[in-house]
């Protein structure tokens, strides 16, 4: 670590704390007294989605974050819950040191969570993720949801 204020290159730590999923450390310099601040982050591998017509893009997490507050709309769930549940998956993604995934797996990953969240959300993410054209589809949703509730 340089010492942001001569440059001399040994610091000392003298504090360290989590800070929003970093770790802040309190420095000060061998060389010139000063002290200074840092943060640390973990490096995560860059996730890749692949999409359903074989393009890829970037994994991005406010995406499907608002997609899935599209589907809890008006209902009692809490939205702590949704943003962890997102984190989750990322960590998980993370975990197995994954640098692609398909937009079906997350898909499948949100809607097996959110089965157990809230059915009236898990059947309107699955319409919209599963792009359902007629009553048959969120018929069969409906009959899956029913065969959990069952087990």
Do not use: W
């Amino acid at each position: 670590m340089n010492c942001p204020f001569c440059g001399h290159t040994e610091t000392r730590v003298l504090d360290s704390r989590p800070h929003d999923e970093r770790i802040r450390r309190r420095r000060e310099c061998l060389g010139c007294g000063k002290r200074f601040t840092t943060y640390e982050a973990v490096d995560r591998p860059m996730l890749m989605v692949q999409k359903k017509d074989g393009s890829y893009e970037p994994f991005d997490r406010h995406k499907l974050v608002t997609g899935i507050f599209n589907a809890i709309k008006k209902r009692p769930v809490n939205s702590n819950l949704i943003v962890a549940m997102v984190e989750e998956l990322e960590d998980e993604y993370s975990r197995q040191m994954r640098s692609t995934v398909t937009s079906s797996e997350i898909g499948n990953a949100v809607m097996e969570r959110l089965k157990y969240i809230d059915a009236v959300a898990y059947v309107r993410f699955a319409s919209v993720y599963q792009d359902f054209t007629d009553v048959a589809g969120f018929l069969a949703v409906i009959g899956a949801l029913d065969k959990t509730d069952e087990k």
